[in-house]
Structures are given as structure tokens and as C-alpha cells.
């Protein structure tokens, strides 16, 4: 079975939680995820870490109830980030974001964790169909591109 933490407006999973979704199976916080140890086979969550104010927490609770879990984050190494903190003084991810990640501090933070049998890698995501167009035509006009020359937005993190 799978378990989509932070399942927001599209769930994925057999089981959905999230801490404010209508479409979640269950309402509960990622830090505090009410099931047995080791009840699913992957544990998935999408952008949900950077929002967390606990993310080891989150991470030691995913890693508790599933034998695989992955998840990705934003990575502020990249130019629409860079230019969203120029313009923001500082507040690199908006209000609503906790944590600012980078692939390499991942890694670090990963290692801290004692988190050793994980595979830490860059990727892009396209904007879904259903995506407002200026998200769609930023997508092709500036994410795609700059994807050529191995710039990515996006960290996913696999371990187990």
C-alpha cells in the first residue's frame, strides 16, 4: 500500500493524509502520522517538507510507517527562486514556506539524519494540464530551457 503525505488537491496514494485537504483520507500533521510502523510499502510526499516547521520529524515518522519513501522539494538553486528572493527581501520561499532547501544541503542534512541508503537527485517537473497557462507558458519559455543546460527546480529524495 501507499501513503501520500500531504496530499493536497491531487491525491496519489491508497491512503491520502494531509492537515487541511478535503480530499485527504485522513486529517493529520506529516510529523504526526497515526499508524503502525512499517503499514505501508512507499511512503510518497510532494513538496509538503519545505512547509514543515519539524522537517526531521516528518522525515523520522515517513521513514517509521514505510520501507520506501520519497519526496520532493523546491530547490531555491535556481533562477525563478533567485529572483523571487531578490524581490521578496529575503523571504526566499514566501510566507507559507519554512525551509529553503538545495540539493547539497540535503545531502548534508540527510547524512545528519543518519539517513545513508538514499539517492538525492536533481529533476523538472512539467506544470499539469490543468495548470493556470502563465504557469504552463513560464514552463516552456524559462524552466525548459534552462533544464537544457542542467539547471532543475526540483530535489527528490528515494531512500529504501
Same mark, same amino acid.
Given at each position: 500500500? !501507499?501513503? @501520500?503525505?500531504?496530499?493536497? +488537491?491531487?491525491?496519489?496514494? @491508497? ?7 478535503? +480530499?485527504?483520507?485522513? #486529517?493529520? %500533521?506529516?510529523? &504526526?502520522?497515526? /499508524? !503502525?510502523? *512499517?503499514? /505501508? ?5 510532494? %513538496?509538503?517538507? *519545505? ?9 523520522? *515518522? ?22 523571487? +528572493? ?15 532547501? $538545495?540539493?547539497? &544541503? ?9 539517513? &545513508? @541508503?538514499?539517492?538525492?537527485?536533481? $529533476? #523538472? ?25 542542467? #539547471? ?6 528515494? #531512500?529504501?
Amino acid at each position: 500500500m !501507499k501513503l @501520500d503525505v500531504g496530499c493536497g +488537491y491531487r491525491p496519489t496514494g @491508497d491512503v491520502n493524509v494531509d492537515i487541511n485537504s478535503p +480530499y485527504a483520507d485522513m #486529517i493529520c %500533521d506529516a510529523a &504526526y502520522l497515526p /499508524f !503502525k510502523d *512499517e503499514a /505501508f510499502t512507499e511512503v510518497f510526499s510532494g %513538496d509538503v517538507i *519545505e512547509h514543515c516547521s519539524d522537517p526531521a520529524k516528518m522525515l523520522e *515518522e515517513m521513514l517509521r510507517v514505510g520501507r520506501k519513501v520519497t519526496f520532493t522539494t523546491d530547490d531555491i538553486h535556481w533562477p525563478g527562486r533567485v529572483f523571487h +528572493y531578490l524581490f521578496r527581501r529575503g523571504q526566499c520561499m514566501g510566507k507559507e514556506h519554512c525551509m529553503a532547501w $538545495t540539493r547539497r &544541503y540535503m545531502e548534508n542534512w540527510l547524512r545528519l539524519m543518519c539517513v &545513508y @541508503d538514499c539517492r538525492v537527485t536533481k $529533476t #523538472i517537473r512539467t506544470p499539469s494540464p490543468s495548470a493556470h497557462w502563465p504557469k504552463r507558458a513560464f514552463y516552456w519559455l524559462v524552466e525548459r530551457p534552462l533544464s537544457a543546460v542542467g #539547471i532543475k527546480p526540483t530535489i527528490k529524495v528515494e #531512500i529504501g
